[in-house]
């Protein structure tokens, strides 16, 4: 492997970003896709997670939607979506999440969720819901990524029986690190779950995600995506951890491009249907052409 330079700055600030880390100024497009979510009163993981894709992906007219409120229960170390008192489950939100799709055109859609443990289901009926009005109004492909449902089998379940066409479930990082970057989750859950959803629909592509650069090594990288593999789990992004505030957890180290191309090859071996390697890869960045990709792949 190459050898890793940390960008660094005065211990109070954020590292300086990499020469390969910077992204465009606002684009015109951008203006229509923040209208209609805003005429809808919709929340994206876009915005509340500080995503750094967000200037090319609104200009080009899509965004990750994020049901159930912009407030979670899991105090993540590295996620900037507020945390607190959760909002009230709206029941007209399947529809205006629909209503978005349609006025943006979308093909695919990515529907997310803040984490809601307050909620008997977690919240999996509402992603239920959410899948079918969109089909119902556009037949768009829709793709869920969820939260773990504290490993509640029925709320899974749930979720399940929407059909959609992506089963999503970040994995997020490597189990040496989940108690300081993935607080209250647990990695033998994440695996169950994707696990369930294969096991019991196993024509729904599943995929996860990790983040690098928080201290993780090669060796455990690949080992998780060894773990996800044996689980049946068809697609992979690994993209680079940013920090959204001084408050979360600081960037380890900015893991170069070609690096990122190297750890994909390894595990593209492993005999995923599609992975995606970069700094700038998240779980919903191009989920559209990767989810096709994968299913051309497949088909081979």
């Known amino acids: 492997m190459l050898s890793l330079d940390v960008v660094t700055d005065a211990p109070t600030k954020r590292p300086r970003l990499p020469k390969w880390l910077k992204r465009p100024l606002p684009q015109p497009g951008m203006a229509y896709t923040d209208s209609v979510i805003s005429d809808l009163r919709l929340e994206t993981v876009c915005e509340s997670a ?14 990750t939607l994020m049901i159930l409120g912009n407030v979670c229960t899991r105090p993540c170390g590295f996620c900037s979506v507020p945390k607190g008192k959760t909002e009230v489950v709206q029941i007209d939100e399947p529809q205006r999440v629909a209503e978005a799709v349609l006025r943006l055109g979308l093909k695919h859609v990515v529907i997310t969720s803040v984490t809601r443990d307050d909620l008997a289901d977690g919240g999996a009926d509402h992603f239920y819901q959410c899948v079918i009005a969109v089909r119902d109004l556009t037949g768009a492909a829709v793709e869920v990524l969820t ?35 993935r607080r209250n989750a647990d990695y033998q859950r994440t695996l169950d779950l994707l696990t369930q959803v294969k096991d019991t629909a196993p024509e729904i592509p599943t995929k996860s995600g990790l983040m690098l650069g928080l201290g993780e090594t090669t060796d455990e990288i690949l080992d998780v995506c060894a773990d996800l593999r044996r689980v049946g789990c068809d697609m992979i992004t690994l993209g680079q951890y940013l920090q959204p505030t001084l408050e979360h957890l600081p960037v380890e180290r900015f893991v170069p491009p070609e690096e990122f191309d190297e750890i994909g090859d390894l595990v593209r071996k492993l005999g995923f249907s599609m ?16 989810a096709a990709e994968a299913g051309r792949t497949s088909n081979e």
């Open 50 to 63: 500080k995503c750094p894709n967000r200037t090319e992906c609104w200009s080009q007219k899509t965004a």
């Open 275 to 290: 992975v995606a390697s970069g700094p700038f890869v998240r779980s919903s960045y191009h989920a559209g052409e990767m």
């Open 147 to 181: 939260p773990d449902f504290m490993g509640n089998r029925a709320a899974i379940d749930r979720v399940i029986q929407a059909r959609p066409d992506v089963f999503n479930h970040n994995t997020e990082t490597v189990p040496r690190l989940y108690h300081r970057v």
